[in-house]
């Protein structure tokens, strides 16, 4: 149903000094990953601090995005919230930009049952006019059950599915589940080879954005049925992930992408304490360290 498939990146958000977006480098970083084989962009994400900043920071991102872009490869921007008009908002700018499509996740903050997020869908389905896609990231959000998802999957307009759990089980079977034209997409570089063995339409991740040119040779290595390839990619990948996640979501990935060249004068919109800002310069020499590992285990030019 939808037009995305391959990687895509969560992209990360960078900010000045005075913790206001980053514009020129912003697009610098989109225009790094599309000419490094990504095949589209995913602003306003958990990696892009979406749920931090304002309706217009996120609008203003969509737009970024898309002068990037410039027609190149699809774009699908985030429109979660906990306030219900805020989601439409978003979902009308994106609309009203020309993007391709739109990611949610469920309302957080405030617990509801699966019936109740269920007419959520429906209503907000009926309402948007870009194909929606569902976010499931236990992380910050509901868990979806796969029952659940197996329902939304019927639903029309719904064009499929991001899984952030990294449950291979779950995603087993979400993929033996639903229907063909609804896309399933990771969230978790972990498992991308398997995920797209099973049938899984791409992915969408922090890494992706960060390291194009292996995410999306791990994508090429599973169309050209060269699977150890592949995951030998992917297994070098797991201890940079690890480094992005020991260190505050995002503020680890901002670190790696800052490692690669990009400007980051704060890893985060939010202020930061003095002894945070001291782990972070102790770790940036770790990051690039470990990008070095990486040119070296893939043989790929970094």
């Keep these: ?8 990146p969560a992209l990360l958000t960078p900010y000045s000094n005075d913790r206001m977006i980053n514009e020129k480098e ?36 969509m737009k970024l995005s898309k002068d990037a872009s410039k027609g190149r490869v699809p774009i699908i921007t985030g429109i979660t919230s906990s306030v219900y008009k805020n989601t439409i908002v ?20 405030y ?34 059950s796969l029952n659940f998802i197996e329902k939304i999957s019927k639903l029309n307009n719904i064009a ?3 899984d952030s759990s990294g449950d ?14 609804f896309d399933v997409f990771v969230g978790r570089e972990e498992i991308y ?23 999306s040779a791990i ?13 030998l990619i992917q297994k070098s990948l797991l201890k940079v992930i690890r480094f992005g996640m020991s260190i505050s979501f995002p503020m680890g990935f901002a670190l790696l992408l800052k490692a690669r060249g990009f400007e980051f004068a704060n890893a985060t919109i939010h202020p930061l304490s003095s002894l945070t800002k001291e782990k972070l310069d102790i770790c940036f020499d770790k990051a690039k360290e470990l990008i070095k590992t990486l040119e070296k285990e893939t043989g790929i030019r970094l």
């Excluded at 225009?31 to 309706?55: H, K, P, R, T, V």
């Excluded at 291979?168 to 034209?181: F, K, T």
């Excluded at 969408?204 to 995410?215: A, D, K, R, V």
């Design 168 to 181: 291979a089980l779950l995603l087993n079977h979400i993929l033996d589940m639903v229907p063909q034209n």
């Design 193 to 215: 080879a398997e995920a797209l063995f099973l049938g899984a339409k791409g992915s969408m991740t922090s890494i992706g954005g960060i390291f194009p040119e292996l995410m």
């Design 90 to 109: 978003l979902s009308e700018e994106a609309y009203k930009l020309g993007l391709d499509a739109l990611l949610l996740a469920m309302p957080y903050y």
């Design 111 to 144: 617990k509801f049952d699966e019936e109740t997020l269920l007419e959520y869908i429906k209503d907000l389905a009926l309402k948007v006019k870009l194909p929606l896609y569902i976010y499931n990231i236990p992380l910050f959000a509901p868990a979806l």
């Design 1 to 8: 149903m939808g037009i995305l498939k391959g990687t895509l």
């Design 26 to 61: 912003f697009i610098r970083y989109c225009e790094f990953g599309i000419e490094n084989g990504l095949d589209g962009l995913f602003c306003n994400g958990s990696a892009g601090d979406s749920q931090a900043l304002s309706i217009e920071s996120q609008v203003r991102l």
């Design 219 to 231: 994508y090429q290595a599973m169309n050209d049925k060269k699977y150890e390839r592949a995951l």
């Design 160 to 162: 499929g599915i991001k």
